[in-house]
């Protein structure tokens, strides 16, 4: 689209060049005197003609030594400022003017296109260049109103040409614009060129998120600056492309960009500056993120959460953002969940991203009657495993993490035991008091036997939860043998619990204690096993006698 060569006659007064790029030369008409050469010396233009130069225009650090007939018959804005400082001097030998211009769009390669220009030799305007001559001959006043065939005409001729032929020279307009953007924006160059990239990316009729073909202008998108990119999309929007094409566009732009943050390639910026830069340019991705709940994905909705904190965002765009995750979470998968960490001494993934999310999905669990809290509770657990085994994740991040949902998310707690066995599998090293803390959440009741059996086995855990399940499985037993001797089961086991507990209160039990209530534990199991066989076997015998 927009890449064809081109061979004809330019309306411009010239004619374009086919290949690779359009280009346009220029030949000015009625040139009220001509020159031979503008050598540079330096910093200096110099201006060779049979006649004096009379006229030093500065530009930023150079000076370009020229004449004032020439210049003044082509721009408004040096016509005034010669008849008027010309008029205000006093006689002397020398007559020349010397103007200082600071703020020319574009600086000192553009004022040499238009010093060309005004002499009449040729110049080259391409895509790269078009809109800083543009914007200048704005600022010079280089109309028809005092020349025919003055550079505003020629100039906006060939944008115009440019933007609706050319999908690459629009991209080069857009690019060559972020120099002079004020001007660029006033002058409506930077619209001109956004609809117009907006459109051609809209042309396609089958365009699927599906369909690889239909994102070929992502990459080309992507290298645009944020302003220019959010001009961009909102073009698009208004053309009416699907929320999930717009929100994958904004995923590869943010993510382009986070690369560039995280490798550190801007190093001419002052630190404080990038900050700034990089805050304000998350708060725009997330202010245009489309409104549809799925046209972007949790995972590039976490990727943003953790900049937004990072940078230290504005506190209700992060409110936003938590509500979004928060909104699909029900939906995700574990790796969705997956925000990875850089620092070689952080933590693999990002696990407060995480966490702020399932906050905000627990505080709106009351207006949502239908919420779907085991799902959000197996997708924890899920995600509790895959954290578990990292080193450097800390044991207070791990139990924020645990205890983010209430404890009816879950309707047994057997996953959320093996993730926490995980963790302190990998972090040897963690104090008695963290361990306990870690564990503060498990209860004997919410596990399975299976699971109550290795806890009773399990050397990691903390001693006082070790005791505590081999004691309640003590009175589990006994009441299961009680039961089977047909003594009232519920009473004896309450009084058993109580007493139990009291005394767990009261007691410091070493290891050696330990042993031996898992050994007493066994034989008791043992015995039960017992019991029951023989039970089921008087049971037999007992049929047999009254058939």
């Known amino acids: 689209m927009g890449r064809k060569s081109l061979n004809c006659e330019s309306p411009l007064g010239g004619t374009l060049d086919g290949g690779k790029r359009y280009r346009c030369i ?27 130069t009379d006229l030093i225009i500065q530009v930023g650090d150079s000076s370009f030594h020229l004449h004032k007939l020439v210049m003044a018959s082509r721009s408004e804005y040096l016509n005034r400022l010669v008849f008027q400082r010309g008029s205000n001097r006093e006689s002397g030998g020398d007559n020349s003017l010397n103007i200082q211009i600071n703020n020319l769009p574009g600086g000192t390669k553009t004022f040499e296109l238009v ?15 078009v809109a800083p001559l543009y914007c200048a001959s704005h600022f010079l006043e280089m109309s028809e109103d005092l020349e025919e065939a003055n550079l505003i005409s020629k100039t906006e001729s060939f944008l115009s ?45 089958n365009a699927e998120i599906e369909n690889i073909v239909d994102t070929w202008w992502f990459e080309d998108v992507s290298l645009l600056r944020i302003d220019h ?28 960009w986070f690369s560039q943050v995280t490798l550190g390639l801007d190093k001419v910026t002052p630190k404080h500056i990038t900050l700034q830069l990089h805050r304000v340019s998350t708060e725009c991705l997330i202010r245009i993120l489309p409104a549809e709940e799925n046209s972007v994905t949790c995972n590039f909705l976490l990727h943003l959460l953790k900049a937004g904190v990072m940078l230290k965002i504005n506190p209700e765009l992060l409110c936003v953002l938590e509500g979004r995750v928060a909104l699909i979470l029900e939906q995700c998968l574990v790796p969705d969940l997956l925000v990875k960490n850089q620092g070689d001494k952080d933590s693999l993934y990002h696990v407060d991203v995480v966490v702020r999310v399932l906050q905000s999905y627990v505080c709106s669990m009351s207006s949502n009657p239908e919420a779907k809290l085991n799902t959000v509770g197996r997708l924890v657990d899920g995600y509790l495993t895959q954290v578990a085994r ?44 963290d361990r306990a803390d870690v564990c503060r959440v498990l209860e004997y009741h919410r596990l399975s036997q299976e699971a109550r059996q290795h806890v009773m086995k399990n050397d990691r855990l903390p001693l006082k939860l070790t005791t505590r399940f081999v004691l309640l499985e003590q009175v589990n037993m006994a009441g299961s043998s009680m039961k089977s001797n047909g003594s009232n089961y519920q009473r004896t086991k309450t009084q058993t619990t109580i007493r139990v507990s ?9 290891s050696q204690e330990i042993k031996m209530m898992r050994k007493d534990v066994e034989m008791m199991k043992s015995q039960l096993l017992e019991l029951n066989t023989c039970k089921i076997k008087l049971q037999k015998q007992l049929k047999r006698c009254f058939r």
């Open 502 to 510: 009291k005394d767990f209160e009261k007691r410091q039990i070493n």
């Open 115 to 129: 010093v060309k220009f005004c002499y009449g030799w040729k110049i080259d305007i391409t895509a790269a260049n």
């Open 229 to 256: 990119f959010i001009e961009v999309i909102q073009s698009i929007k208004r053309f009416g492309i699907k929320p999930e094409l717009v929100g994958f566009c904004i995923a590869h732009w943010t993510t382009k």
């Open 26 to 52: 220029i030949l000015p008409a009625n040139v009220p005197l001509a020159a031979d050469s503008l050598e540079q010396r330096n910093q200096n233009w110099i201006a060779r003609a049979n006649s004096a």
């Open 161 to 205: 040409f440019l933007i609706l032929s050319s999908w690459k020279s629009t991209l080069q307009i857009l690019k060559s614009s972020e120099s002079i953007s004020p001007w660029a924006k006033e002058l409506q160059i930077v619209k001109r060129c956004t609809e117009a990239i907006a459109w051609k990316a809209c042309t396609n009729p």
């Open 390 to 433: 990292d080193e450097n994740l800390t044991a207070e991040s791990f139990k924020s993490l645990v205890e983010a949902l209430p404890q009816n998310a879950r309707n047994c707690d057997d996953n959320l035991y093996r993730a926490i066995d995980m963790y302190l599998k990998a972090h040897p090293n963690l104090t008695e008091e």
